[in-house]
């Protein structure tokens, strides 16, 4: 017969099979990175460039008119080409409809509109939808929605809304929905400026006692220009105000193109990327180009790195399962050991012990459970002492509740008969003084509840029998001290008669002497 591996030797073989996995792992993977950067890599760049020349083959070109310096929207780069919120929008819009944009940048919002107007252009990328501007373009869905609110000094206090600009100086920009806005409140000293930074630092400085914009726009710029924290919002927005692409009036396949795109593109999370990216944090050190360009360089360096790396955490694995399985062993000796004392204990307490599940069930009783009760774990199967009506019935039931919750304490002594509950109708009626408490809980869970019986009945019938004792005696006491009262009554009438009678006869002598002294008297006359 073959002989049985020891588990040291188990252990060897089980660290061996691990050992020559990891190493055939490690070369999989070494060559799975090789066939990505010779073969995928090339591969993927040669097609992407074979469909991007397809697809530029039937782009349809068009012209959008934008604004040179309207932040976050619109401004031109170091590169002095357009760049804001609406060209990165307008791109991925454009990406999506099939459209190749070219930009004529103009300096003011008035020759932008002339551009559309004359057919210069075929469209401006972001604009405000106001009824007036509907005579000249047709707008297409949504693509942003923000608040138009008025902006104070941060120790401005005493304005608080639309109501306290009456006989103020009230900036707003020029082309921008701010005016009409203002133009329609009664007692304004309206001021337009040609550009936001001017009328922001109009606020500042004090020239104006109130600024009205866009509150996305504004934050942006103040935030950029790092004077965010010297100005607040006070009261509720003006207006809300929706910005969409304005096409030129009667471009209706344009118009069509365009709104599939932006129903499309607007429930994207490419839409959500560029609005944080304009509306959201400061931009960090760290962009997207940046990360990108140190990557690249780093790329090989990297590469090389991991395989070393990986061979060493293989081998520091290696070690961490042999030192955790020899942990483990320990634990489970441990818990070996305490389970075995745990049982030792309970089978030789002379305490009756009973444990219980967490529903009411007992599922464990030791020697002098059954000694106590005369009964055994077979006859308790269908027995729950949260159900038991005997429990409830002698008012124990809350302290046994509060023992299942996780409560240790003693309860009342109690004469207990199991023949009186249904569900055992067996063993012998005993008084006991029970212990309750939780066991075996593990990250706050109870999984045991243990209760402990010491058996009182001797104590309680010796107490009955002494105070049996003491009823005797007080009655013989009673009894003895009522003949006595008797006998003391009798013999307090018959010495009241005696003294009478000793009167009496005192009362005799004397009126005798009294006689015989009267008798002398008249003998001797």
Known sequence: MPRKPTYEELEQGVGKLKKDYIERKLVFDCWRWWLFLVVIIPF??????????????RLLDVTAAVPRDFP???????????????????????????????????????????????????LIPNLGITALRKAWVDYTAPVETFPVSIF????????????????RKVAAVKFNVGVALLQSCEGIDLEVFNDVMNALFGLLSSHVDALVYPTPVLKKIAREARVDHRIKIVGEPLKEIKRAVAVRKGDA????????????????????????????KPRPFWTASRVALVMSGLFLT?????????????????????????????????????EERFRT???????AIQIMTTDGRIVQVNDAYERLWEITLEDLKGYNILRDEQAKSLGLMPYIERGF????????????????????????????????????VENGEIRNVIMMHEDITERKQAEEALHKTHDELEANAEEK??????????????????????????ELKEEINELKSKIQEEGKS
């Not at 060209?87 to 003011?108: K, N, P």
């Not at 000094?153 to 006989?167: A, P």
């Open 44 to 57: 993927s760049i040669f097609t992407s460039a074979v469909a991007q020349d397809d697809v530029h083959s």
């Open 72 to 122: 976050p929207h619109y401004f031109v780069d170091n590169n002095s080409k357009p760049a804001g919120f609406a060209i990165d929008i307008m791109e991925q819009i454009a990406t999506i409809a099939g459209l190749r944009v070219s930009y004529l940048i103009e300096d003011f919002w008035t020759k932008v509109a002339e551009a559309v107007k004359s057919g210069r252009a075929d």
């Open 152 to 167: 104070v000094r941060k120790q401005t206090y005493n304005i608080k809304g639309v109501e306290d600009l009456s006989g």
């Open 253 to 280: 396949k344009l118009l069509e193109r365009l709104n599939r795109a932006i129903n499309h593109f607007v429930s994207t999370e490419d839409y959500q990327r560029i609005y944080a990216k304009w509306y959201g």
């Open 302 to 338: 990297a590469f090389a790195a991991m395989v070393a790396w990986k061979y060493y955490t293989t081998i520091k694995l290696n070690r961490r399962l042999v030192a955790t399985i020899a942990e483990r062993k320990q634990a489970e000796e441990a818990l070996k050991e305490s």
């Open 345 to 351: 204990m309970m089978e030789q307490s002379p305490i």
């Open 405 to 440: 919750a996780g409560e240790a304490l003693s309860l009342p002594p109690f004469e207990y008969d199991p023949m009186k509950t249904k569900t055992v109708k067996k063993g012998r009626k005993r008084w006991i003084q029970p212990y309750i408490y939780p066991a075996n």
């Open 481 to 506: 001290t009522k003949n006595l009262k008797e006998k003391t009554e009798k013999l307090q009438r018959m010495n009241t008669l005696f003294v009478n009678r000793e009167l009496r006869m005192k």
